[in-house]
């Protein structure tokens, strides 16, 4: 994949509740300080307004290995309900269901640099040419539902104490 200039001077990308430190090597040998700001952490709502006011996502869900369990971030449903493009790196799950099903997202495997890569030119190619992505799946969206889910698990309490009593 060639490199882009335009998308060089571009992208802006914010890490914020992220520490200093773990990506500095990185980002030094490519470059990249004049395009990432480390934002600290910072109040939920004010992470919420970085979320809204972003062209697009990004998650990291770094897997573990030795675990059979599979584990999701609130945050992966955070960035479900603002209804943006999503990068997730991680390893095809649940999370990938999830993104795929709604049609927001992509997950690509952490180590796969030129998948990484490919995602971020296509999400910025959408992005400078005004593209709109595919229609996100409102019903399936709405099963993630903090009212919807206390619902069910209060249905769920309900039987409980019908079949004890």
């Known amino acids: 994949m060639h490199e882009d200039d335009g998308i060089r001077r571009r992208l802006r990308v914010n890490f914020v509740g992220t520490k200093r430190g773990k990506y500095d090597a990185f ?3 490519n470059h990249l300080e004049a395009h990432i700001r480390y934002i600290g952490y910072v109040r939920h709502q004010t992470g919420l307004r970085y979320l809204a ?3 697009a996502s990004f998650l990291c869900q770094i897997p573990v290995y030795e675990s059979a369990t599979t584990k ?3 945050k992966l449903f955070e960035y479900v309900y603002m209804r943006k ?4 790196l991680t390893l095809p799950r649940l999370t990938r269901e999830i993104l795929s ?3 927001l ?3 690509v495997d952490p180590n796969d640099h030129v998948g990484i890569k490919k995602v971020i030119y ?3 190619g959408r992005w400078s040419e005004r593209r709109p992505g595919p229609a996100v799946d409102e ?3 709405g099963t993630f539902d903090r009212v919807r889910r206390a619902k069910v698990l209060a249905g769920l309490f309900d039987r409980l104490v019908e079949v004890r009593a």
């Open 27 to 29: 980002i030094t040998e």
């Open 53 to 55: 006011e972003s062209a």
């Open 72 to 74: 999701l971030f609130g």
């Open 85 to 88: 493009p999503i990068l997730a």
């Open 101 to 103: 099903r709604s049609r």
């Open 105 to 107: 997202g992509t997950t």
């Open 122 to 124: 296509e999400l910025y």
């Open 139 to 141: 019903a399936y969206i």
